[in-house]
Nanobody, 123 residues
Framework: QVHLLESGGGLVQAGGSLRLSCAAS????????MAWFRQAPGKEREFVSSVSRTGSNTMYADSVKGRFTISRDNAKNTVYLQMNSLKPEDTAVYYC????????????????WGQGTQVTVSS
């Protein structure tokens, strides 16, 4: 089994920053492509960012490009999402996801998911 656990969410003011963490256990973390998705109330889950096994390749949704940065530390079995210049529209539950093969922006392709961490950005 693979278990993913997100942390670092909270309440911040618009323009502020948060860093989310996703800790993995149960499998070799370095073998998985990792991604962040988010889901706002009443909306579908959407892709935020992804990172390859070694961290050399990253992808970002247009809505967060230039503001968010994804990274990973395979020695710590952890993937991060640094979120800067936060906007109220970033408010959502953020989910960590992993897959043994590259799955891109398609959430249905990811086999492993965390429980989510709430991010709330006030105006």
């Amino acid at each position: 089994q693979v278990h993913l656990l997100e942390s670092g969410g909270g309440l911040v003011q618009a323009g502020g920053s948060l860093r989310l963490s996703c800790a993995a256990s149960g499998r070799t973390f370095s073998s998985m492509h990792m991604a962040w998705f988010r889901q706002a109330p009443g909306k579908e889950r959407e892709f935020v960012s992804s990172v390859s096994r070694t961290g050399s390749n990253t992808m970002y949704a247009d809505s967060v490009k230039g503001r968010f940065t994804i990274s990973r530390d395979n020695a710590k079995n952890t993937v991060y999402l640094q979120m800067n210049s936060l906007k109220p529209e970033d408010t959502a539950v953020y989910y960590c996801a992993g897959d043994m093969m590259y799955s891109g922006v398609f959430g249905a392709a990811y086999d492993y998911w965390g429980q989510g961490t709430q991010v709330t950005v006030s105006s």
